[in-house]
């Protein structure tokens, strides 16, 4: 074996949504803004996404985030996903800090507070130490909003930036539950396909199911553009569901969102003006990682099997 490249990483999941915190690679990105270094990062270095995302090594269900020293805040985060769109997670906000702090690569502050930049700007988060773990993550939206409603779904943004569609259970899936996965998978792929085909800018789509009466909670399941599950019930998703119900029945207090595996995040009101939400989420080192690339591996850039 002739090692050519090594990367050392710190994998984490969040309600079940898996993050690699890739601390140490042959990726150099200088002393550029950002957006420079994502860009770079999305032209030239497709080979070390596939290596570190896909099969053997990843799925299609693990996100990627590079660790930058920045300017601005405690450190920098580019998010290296499958969907070269999707730039950026809440999720991942939470991961990263996490495993930062409690691998001793991140300096703890008395304060607990912590500014994360991102190409969406920088994010303040919530994440003090106790006896050497983080216990919770606290972080907050910008804003929320239901932007359509149409007959079979309605159309919603998170931050001003993300668009999501939401729909209601189909007559293909009876309930959000496990015993209905091949029908959710059909559905998902069935949809992806149908909002690709007419040109559709989105960032992904959820089917909700109700939740009981007079309870602040849903059962959902958020989709990303190609028809991939996403594994929690999505940071992004909560803040939507909520706004959505706040709307039409004018729900108040904690919002719970469950995912089909069991995981719930639960939203608090911040600002009822635009939709801001307070969330705690808790983070999960499941360990760390060196890959090393070997020069005579026929599966040297990974594969998915979707």
């Given at each position: 074996?002739?090692?050519?490249?090594?990367?050392?990483?710190?994998?984490?999941?969040?309600a079940g949504?898996?993050?690699?915190?890739?601390?140490?690679?042959?990726?150099?990105?200088?002393?550029?803004?950002?957006?420079?270094?994502?860009?770079?990062?999305k032209?030239?270095?497709?080979?070390?996404?596939?290596?570190?995302?896909?099969?053997?090594?990843?799925?299609?269900?693990?996100?990627?985030?590079?660790?930058l020293?920045?300017?601005?805040?405690?450190?920098?985060l580019?998010?290296?996903?499958?969907?070269?769109?999707?730039?950026?997670?809440?999720?991942?906000?939470?991961?990263?800090?996490?495993?930062l702090?409690?691998?001793?690569?991140?300096?703890?502050?008395?304060?607990?507070?912590?500014?994360?930049?991102?190409?969406?700007?920088?994010?303040?988060?919530?994440?003090?130490?106790?006896?050497?773990?983080?216990?919770?993550?606290?972080?907050?939206?910008?804003?929320?909003?239901?932007?359509?409603?149409?007959?079979?779904?309605?159309?919603?943004?998170v931050?001003?930036?993300?668009?999501?569609?939401?729909?209601?259970?189909?007559?293909?899936?009876?309930?959000?539950?496990?015993?209905?996965?091949?029908?959710?998978?059909?559905?998902?792929?069935?949809?992806?396909?149908?909002?690709?085909?007419?040109?559709?800018?989105?960032?992904?789509?959820?089917?909700?199911?109700?939740?009981?009466?007079?309870?602040?909670?849903?059962?959902?399941?958020?989709?990303?553009?190609?028809?991939?599950?996403?594994?929690?019930?999505?940071?992004?998703?909560?803040?939507?569901?909520?706004?959505?119900?706040?709307?039409?029945?004018?729900?108040?207090?904690?919002?719970?969102?469950?995912s089909?595996?069991?995981?719930?995040?639960?939203?608090s009101?911040?600002?009822?003006?635009?939709?801001?939400f307070s969330?705690?989420?808790?983070?999960?080192?499941?360990?760390?990682?060196?890959?090393?690339?070997?020069?005579?591996?026929?599966?040297?850039?990974?594969?998915?099997?979707?």
């Amino acid at each position: 074996m002739k090692f050519e490249k090594m990367y050392s990483t710190i994998d984490t999941h969040v309600a079940g949504e898996a993050f690699r915190i890739i601390i140490h690679s042959s990726i150099f990105l200088g002393e550029k803004s950002l957006k420079e270094n994502a860009a770079f990062v999305k032209e030239n270095c497709q080979f070390e996404k596939d290596l570190l995302l896909n099969e053997p090594r990843g799925h299609r269900g693990m996100n990627g985030c590079i660790v930058l020293p920045s300017k601005k805040a405690d450190f920098g985060l580019l998010f290296l996903n499958h969907d070269p769109q999707l730039t950026f997670q809440y999720s991942g906000l939470a991961a990263a800090v996490t495993a930062l702090l409690e691998t001793g690569n991140l300096p703890e502050k008395a304060s607990g507070v912590y500014d994360i930049e991102t190409t969406e700007g920088v994010f303040t988060v919530k994440a003090p130490l106790e006896n050497g773990e983080v216990m919770k993550v606290q972080m907050e939206n910008r804003s929320c909003a239901v932007t359509g409603r149409e007959a079979t779904f309605i159309t919603a943004l998170v931050d001003a930036s993300r668009h999501y569609y939401i729909y209601e259970l189909s007559e293909s899936v009876p309930s959000l539950e496990m015993d209905y996965i091949s029908s959710i998978i059909s559905w998902g792929n069935k949809t992806a396909e149908e909002l690709q085909r007419n040109g559709t800018e989105f960032h992904g789509f959820l089917l909700k199911e109700a939740g009981n009466p007079g309870e602040n909670s849903v059962r959902s399941v958020t989709f990303e553009r190609d028809g991939s599950i996403i594994r929690s019930p999505g940071v992004d998703s909560t803040f939507l569901l909520y706004t959505l119900l706040r709307e039409e029945i004018g729900i108040t207090g904690k919002f719970t969102n469950e995912s089909i595996f069991g995981s719930n995040l639960t939203a608090s009101i911040v600002s009822g003006e635009d939709n801001q939400f307070s969330i705690e989420v808790k983070s999960f080192v499941t360990g760390i990682h060196q890959f090393i690339l070997d020069e005579e591996d026929p599966l040297r850039n990974g594969f998915l099997l979707k």
